[in-house]
């Protein structure tokens, strides 16, 4: 995986997303997190999007940012779509539930996770995306923060 990588729009962006649930299924089932960074309309959701129909996921994916998170059941795995930017205190995860959530083989998809600082489990992954220049495009840069991170990040090089 360059340091770096162009996705030239949102299809792209989904496309990715089915090359993380792709090396998620490679994995063994345990709970996992991974950090989504980016400004507003960065396209965390949209990479979120295309990873959960990748897995199966058939419905819609919307953005949690008024639920603060959405629960999808999906045959190998529960994974749990988290948005915090309305998050007016970190220890409002408590009421969330968030222990519950990161339980068993649960994989969190975490947006704004600084937000939750202290009440969130440590990362495995991060995936930053930046809005590249004025049209469509973005970038997506990865950093592996845990051994399980690091298996995903490898087999998603390994099918690149």
């Not at 792209?12 to 960074?37: D, F």
């Not at 980016?38 to 996921?57: C, F, P, Q, S, Y």
Request: charged letters at 20%.
């Amino acid at each position: 995986m360059p340091p770096a990588l162009e996705l030239a729009d949102a299809d792209a962006t989904v496309a990715l997303g089915a090359r993380v649930a792709a090396a998620l299924a490679a994995q063994p089932a345990q709970p996992l997190c991974i950090t989504l960074t980016g400004d507003l309309g960065a396209g965390k959701t949209t990479l979120v999007r295309g990873l959960l129909h990748a897995l199966g996921h058939a419905g819609n994916v919307k953005s949690p940012t008024y639920t603060l998170v959405e629960p999808y059941a999906l045959p190998a795995r529960t994974l749990y779509h988290l948005d915090l930017y309305r998050l007016a205190d970190p220890e409002e995860l408590e009421f969330l539930g968030i222990r519950d959530l990161g339980a068993g083989n649960a994989v969190l998809l975490v947006e704004w996770a600084e937000r939750g600082r202290g009440f969130l489990p440590p990362p495995d992954l991060d995936i930053a995306l930046a809005v590249a220049g004025a049209g469509a495009g973005r970038l997506a840069q990865f950093s592996a923060r845990s051994a399980r991170g690091e298996a995903i990040l490898a087999a998603l090089q390994s099918a690149a």
